[in-house]
């Protein structure tokens, strides 16, 4: 089983930009820990950071090239706005869940919606890193059904 996890925006900054909110462990330590993951469950696993809208939609559209098994994606601010992500998530075929590690719903209005989610599988919000994990074992069951 193949899966993508993709990061958006500044997540390539945690552990330094609102520790009260995104905590203390660093983006290393969310790597090694996906790492960890997919040891444990024997899976192949690809994580794929960018600042970059268009890095993003780039690697979705190689996604489904590489046939992958499902993706977690953790847009960052781009869950906000972004339909051109939204739209490249559409061409997939595999489930999607979207990440985040804080409660959107719990934060500045703006964050309450995500035009991302209506095209995914499901959503994990406010788990911390932990909602990776279960995004992972999600896309493993779903697999197993």
Do not use: W
Not at 35 to 64: C, F, H, M, T, W
Not at 94 to 102: F, G
Not at 128 to 137: K, P, S, T
Request: net charge negative; with cysteine.
């Amino acid at each position: 089983m193949k899966i993508l996890v993709l990061n958006g925006p500044n997540l390539n900054f945690l552990g330094v930009r609102e520790k009260g909110i995104y905590g203390n462990k660093d983006y290393s330590y969310l790597l090694q820990t996906l790492e960890d993951k997919a040891k444990s469950r024997q899976i192949e696993l690809e994580v794929y950071q960018s600042n970059s809208e268009g890095g993003l939609i780039d690697r979705i559209q190689q996604a489904y090239l590489d046939k992958v098994d499902g993706i977690v994606i953790n847009p960052g601010a781009y869950t906000h706005y972004s339909y051109a992500i939204r739209d490249a998530l559409v061409s997939l075929s595999c489930p999607v869940i979207e990440v985040h590690i804080s409660n959107i719903h719990k934060r500045e209005e703006f964050r309450h919606t995500s035009v991302i989610a209506p095209v995914c599988t499901g959503q994990m919000v406010g788990l911390g890193m932990q909602g990776y994990l279960l995004a992972i074992d999600a896309l493993i069951g779903m697999r197993i059904d």
